[in-house]
């Protein structure tokens, strides 16, 4: 490992840069252009290149991560109390497709190994995923999850796992408001996720204002293999039921039929275009957006030539670069429901007496972070350079390939679980502190910013993008590394470390109406 002093600036012309070192860089550190440090700078945190008056603005990554509140020397340490952060862009006259790039060229030849639904949607598993319609069963269903997989799984070898999808929702909810509609939609459509095979089985209990009929209305089953057929649904209160024994063998008796069914499915050779991966971040650091995430963007700029969908998201963490968006939407249409998003999102957060800023935590600023202008620079490479070609709200299911921006929250469990709801069956998580974020209905690929963090958790992320900071390896070639892990992890060639682990984070629905 090199150990002269070291800093990446992200575009000429900024005029801060960030520490490269591990251990940061002690005072009187002296870089290869001259410039020497004129106090400690942690690792990930910025050093100012040259003199910045007060009221200056600070710039990284081309762009205005804050003023400056006082004269900074070249060579300072360039942390959150210098910076003044620059109020939200307007969300009026927003440029519109002016920074559409023109189309990729194709990338043919790529496939995996994935199991073809009836709707014409791929999973990357084969998992028999039980809906619940409301928490109350949480329990019971727990019980009867461990029975199945010691009494039914070992008997239906092709199956790789049974999950429950558990959740907060259900009742004591204020079902008829208009948002209400967010979380039963994103239950839905968890449902209809292609890793589950289109077999749709709920328990419910049976007096929750979330009604099975109502989840799943008749017709949304359609695209399963029970076309035509009933719901499947186990309600705890039936009179049949005498006693809890009686609901797990009602429960272990459903899960039957589904699993044999299941079981009868095999992979097939398809193209990479079946593929929709989720890209999201958390926990990170300032090498974020140096190494990781733009690594992500290559990936996602292959996975968009290969016919493929990505979906990014994280409203916060993308809503300073909204002009960006808009500017690459591929239509006026796309760059409007961009727009509409951020607007929802604003007044959301304005709803609790919150903003944007609301978003950085403890960990981001000790990571280098200085705001939420500089975390969302950082944070909207992972979405490549492709043009925009679909706008999902929360909770919305696909409809269309390409680069979709799917709107979330940041928030680690509800962008993951909104983004299942989207249709997603491959997962790619970057950090920077570390987070071993997993999920059980598709694999979660991790990603790790910086090399010492990769060692420190070997046997937990599935690539060390901090390579690309000590000069081991390119943006392009750990990109080329994700995008191959990718279809094998999609294959079933290879577990990711948190599938070998087993570590699942909970689904956690996103439900911005009130709770009665
Ligand atoms: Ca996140």
Redesign the pocket.
């Known amino acids: 490992m090199n150990t002269e002093p070291l800093y990446i600036q992200m575009r000429v012309g900024d005029n801060v840069a960030i520490v490269v070192n591990e251990g940061g860089l002690p005072a009187g550190s002296r870089f290869a252009c001259g410039l020497s440090l004129l106090e400690r700078v942690p690792q990930g945190h910025k050093l100012a290149l040259v003199d910045i008056k007060a009221g200056a603005p600070v710039l990284r990554y081309g762009v205005r991560i804050g003023l400056a509140l006082q004269d900074i020397r070249a060579g300072a340490w360039v942390h959150e109390q210098l910076l003044a952060m620059p109020a939200a862009r307007s969300l009026d006259e927003l440029p519109i497709c002016n920074a559409v790039a023109p189309a990729l060229p194709p990338l043919d030849g790529y496939s995996f190994e994935g199991y073809r639904n009836a709707d014409g949607s791929v999973g990357t598993r084969n998992i028999l995923a039980i809906t619940t319609t409301v928490q109350c069963v949480a329990g019971v269903l727990e019980q009867a999850l461990k029975r199945i997989k010691v009494e039914l799984l070992p008997l239906y070898p092709n199956v790789d796992d049974v999950i429950a999808l558990e959740h907060g929702y259900g009742c004591g909810v204020a079902i008829d408001a208009p948002d209400a509609i967010i979380p039963i939609r994103t239950l839905r459509n968890i449902s209809l996720n292609p890793n589950f095979g289109g077999e749709v089985m709920v328990v419910s209990l049976g007096c929750e204002k979330l009604q099975p009929e109502r989840l799943l209305p008749p017709g949304s089953i359609a695209i399963t293999d029970q076309r035509d057929a009933e719901l499947d649904v186990v309600r705890l209160q039936d009179d049949a039921h005498i006693g809890y024994q009686v609901m797990l063998d009602a429960i272990l008796r459903s899960a039957r039929t589904h699993l044999e069914r299941l079981n009868l499915r095999r992979r097939e050779t398809v193209p990479a275009s079946e593929l929709v991966v989720g890209v ?3 926990g990170s650091d300032a090498f974020s957006g140096v190494t990781a995430n733009p690594a992500v963007g290559f990936c996602t700029d292959l996975l968009v030539r290969a016919g493929a969908t990505v979906l990014f998201s ?1 409203v916060t ?1 993308v809503r300073d670069a909204v002009d960006q968006l808009t500017g690459r939407a591929a239509t006026p249409a796309i760059a409007e429901a961009i727009r509409r998003e951020m607007a929802w999102y604003d007044a959301y957060l304005q709803r609790g007496s919150a903003d944007r800023s609301a978003n950085t935590t403890p960990g981001n600023k000790a990571g280098g972070l200085s705001n939420i202008v500089e975390k969302a620079m950082g944070s909207i490479i992972k979405s490549g350079t492709a043009p925009i070609s679909g706008v999902l709200s929360p909770g919305e299911k696909l409809s269309s390939r390409g680069l979709i921006f799917a709107a979330t929250p ?3 469990f509800i ?1 993951g679980t909104l983004q299942l709801a989207a249709g997603m069956n491959l997962h790619i998580f970057t950090t920077g502190r570390g987070t071993p974020y997993g999920l059980a209905a598709c694999p979660v690929i991790k990603v790790a910013t910086r090399n010492e963090l990769a060692r420190r958790w070997h046997d937990l992320m599935d690539v060390n993008a901090g390579r690309i900071a000590s000069g081991e390896a390119s943006i392009e070639e750990i990109g080329w590394e994700m995008f191959q892990l990718l279809l094998d992890v999609a294959s079933g060639r290879k577990k990711t470390w948190a599938e070998q682990w087993g570590l699942h984070n909970a689904l956690v629905l996103f439900n911005p109406a009130p709770i009665t």
């Open positions: 999201q971040c958390g994280e963490e940041a928030s680690d962008c």
